[in-house]
């Protein structure tokens, strides 16, 4: 089993370019997140989703996009992006009932120029 | 609200035991998480224990949780090198699909 794949691992983008967060899991978990990791702030939830078809924001959803376009993948959307959207991004995923811990990516390393 | 609170860095000696803090703020979490990330990499579970427990037991890990307190511990005995990472807490409030809330990691430094 591969878990939860992110792609890309590295991306550089200019201010102002889009771009997408690719996130899939193969556990058949119901909820999957988004959170961005900066120095110093540990995680901060972007956006979840807590069953397919439902997005909810998230601590610091703005500049952020979602699409759960099935129930294996979560794809997060920087229309615009901004030198503060530096960060590392991690895309997690949890069965959603009982003990549900969160499984974790690998996470996408972003730097905005 | 929900807020959880860990001191950002610790450092041991290789065979010490290690003890990590966390406090975290509400009262209806009902499972709390020990997470471990290594540099480069994503998170790791690496314990938990459920709200009506007052510790767990796993090799090396024990978990504390007082709850009058709101207080965390998670405490690795025989520190190894291999043990060098960042440390997160986390807390689940009320339902499965509510998402982690997180605090913000101790870095644990082992040295040999």
């Known amino acids: 089993n591969a878990g939860v794949t992110q792609t890309p691992k590295f991306q550089v983008l200019k201010t102002g370019q889009s771009m997408t967060l690719q996130c899939a899991q193969d556990?058949?978990?119901?909820?999957m997140y988004w959170y961005r990791q900066d120095p110093g702030m540990g995680l901060r939830l972007i956006y979840y989703s807590a069953s397919e078809g439902t997005t909810d924001k998230g601590e610091v959803p703005n500049g952020y996009n979602v699409s759960r376009l099935n129930k294996r993948e979560f794809s997060l959307r920087l229309e615009s992006a901004a030198p503060s959207q530096t960060s590392v991004y991690f895309c997690?995923?949890?069965?959603?009932?009982?003990?549900?811990?969160?499984?974790f990516g690998q996470g996408t390393r972003l730097t905005v120029v | 609200g929900e807020d959880v609170e860990q001191s950002l860095f610790l450092s041991v000696r290789e065979g010490d035991s290690s003890v990590i803090n966390c406090t975290y703020t509400?009262?209806?979490?009902?499972?709390l998480y020990w997470y471990k990330q290594e540099p480069g990499a994503g998170l790791q579970l690496l314990t938990y224990?459920?709200?009506?427990?007052d510790m767990k037991q796993d090799q090396r890990l024990t978990v504390l949780l007082n709850k009058k307190d709101k207080h965390l511990s998670l405490r690795i005995a025989d520190t190894q090198t291999g043990d060098s990472a960042i440390y997160f807490c986390?807390?689940?409030?009320?339902?499965?699909?509510?998402?982690?809330?997180f605090g913000k990691g101790t870095r644990l430094s082992v040295i040999a």
């Open positions: 986390a807390e689940r409030l009320n339902s499965g699909n509510t998402p982690l809330v």
């Open positions: 509400d009262s209806s979490s009902t499972y």
């Open positions: 997690a995923s949890s069965v959603g009932q009982g003990r549900a811990e969160a499984f």
């Open positions: 556990m058949n978990h119901n909820s």
């Open positions: 224990i459920f709200s009506n427990m």
